[in-house]
């Protein structure tokens, strides 16, 4: 099967591991895309869930399991060798306070460093406002993580995943608190702390702030690109799906993406869109066509119906609504010249939530 298929398959199907468990953890809760875990075919490295429902059920498995590699099949039929990256030796490590470095931040893929600043969300805890699909507090709940990283934390678990395992770029994602800056001020002091201790790109990951001019500063204090999410972008799906975050119009969404795009530059500001929660094919792929006019990457992203929360029932998206999806959006990509690559830091670089960076090959 060709890798691109694969992979949209693996991701939107799962993995199904049972008692298994090589490679470095999954990630079980937490912000953004969840209980997966990172596993790598032919040299791509891409994030499969194997906590779910879905993956459960999945056809796909690994025999002849080692601690780092495996043979993929599908049913009894195998498919080629799989490997798992390896525990950083970061994780080893932990802070003088006796906090574990990994409960500060996470190796995404292979070497992405990821955190999320603020663990807790204004918009999680009553169901009128939260987020359907989102677990950030989970984590938290089940001790595998710490409500605030402090600026200091932060950079010297930085500084020790660069020297000790190479890692090449860092993602800071918020819970969103309730200040009008949406997290900038927190992120920025978190990255002027970072970069005083080590030469590290940073994405950061919040909604739209109520002033623009928190562009600036994040800027200044070395964030290298910036995420904000529309995750969905039908109000009616907005609506239903994160009812809180809809009463942020699509229109403010796209002030500020103008606005970031002048700050950070042409395709350094992304945005996530989670294809299969309602949005059809042709509302996807006509938002990313908008937002690359606006220099906005649109990184489409197959949701993941992750454990305990309120769409743990809800289905992935087939792979063949995804496999569209990406043919669409890539072509889109490649007209304009926008790759991931060339993004500084952040998911959209990374690329391993999605399958989307394999179809701008
Ligand atoms: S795309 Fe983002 S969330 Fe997914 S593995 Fe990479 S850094 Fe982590």
Same mark, same amino acid.
């Given at each position: ?32 895309? @969840?209980?997966?875990?990172?596993? #790598?075919?032919?040299?791509? =490295?891409? !994030? ?5 429902? $879905? /993956?459960? &059920? ?50 995404? @893929?292979?070497?992405?460093?990821? #955190?999320?600043?603020?663990? =807790?969300? !204004? ?5 009128? $406002? /939260?987020? &359907? ?229």
């Amino acid at each position: 099967m060709e890798q691109q298929r694969l992979i949209t398959e693996l991701q939107t199907r799962g993995l199904h591991l049972g008692e298994v468990t090589p490679g470095v953890a999954g990630r079980q809760g937490g912000a953004g895309p @969840s209980d997966h875990k990172a596993i #790598t075919l032919d040299g791509t =490295t891409v !994030m499969v869930p194997i906590y779910t429902g $879905t /993956a459960s &059920q999945s056809p796909y498995g690994v025999k002849n399991c080692g601690l780092d590699q495996g043979e993929l099949t599908y049913g009894r039929q195998p498919l080629g060798s799989v490997s798992f990256p390896r525990p950083p030796q970061f994780y080893s490590l932990t802070t003088a306070d006796g906090i574990p470095y990994w409960k500060i931040a996470l190796l995404h @893929s292979h070497d992405v460093l990821a #955190t999320t600043v603020q663990q =807790t969300c !204004m918009r999680y805890r009553d169901e009128s $406002t /939260a987020c &359907q699909f989102c677990a950030i507090e989970k984590s938290l709940a089940s001790d595998r993580t710490i409500a605030r990283k402090t600026p200091d934390q932060l950079a010297e678990v930085a500084a020790a995943a660069v020297r000790l395992d190479g890692v090449k770029h860092m993602v800071m994602t918020t819970g969103t608190p309730h200040t009008s800056d949406r997290g900038a001020a927190y992120l920025s002091d978190c990255a002027r702390a970072i970069k005083g201790r080590v030469s590290l790109p940073i994405q950061a990951q919040c909604e739209p702030p109520d002033d623009f001019v928190w562009f600036q500063r994040m800027k200044a204090a070395g964030i290298d690109s910036l995420g904000m999410h529309l995750e969905a972008v039908d109000d009616a799906v907005r609506a239903r799906i994160m009812p809180g975050k809809a009463e942020v119009p699509v229109s403010y969404y796209f002030e500020a993406f103008a606005a970031a795009v002048q700050v950070f530059g042409w395709g350094q500001v992304s945005t996530y869109l989670l294809a299969g929660l309602g949005d059809s094919l042709e509302t996807l792929v006509a938002t990313s066509d908008r937002l690359i006019r606006l220099g906005v990457y649109p990184f489409v992203v197959p949701f993941v119906p992750i454990t305990d929360t309120p769409l743990a029932q809800h289905p992935a998206p087939s792979t063949e609504f995804m496999f569209a999806l990406y043919q669409q959006v890539s072509d889109l990509l490649q007209g304009a010249g926008m790759t991931s690559e060339r993004i500084k830091a952040g998911c959209a670089k990374c690329g391993a939530c999605s399958a989307l960076s394999t179809f701008e090959r």
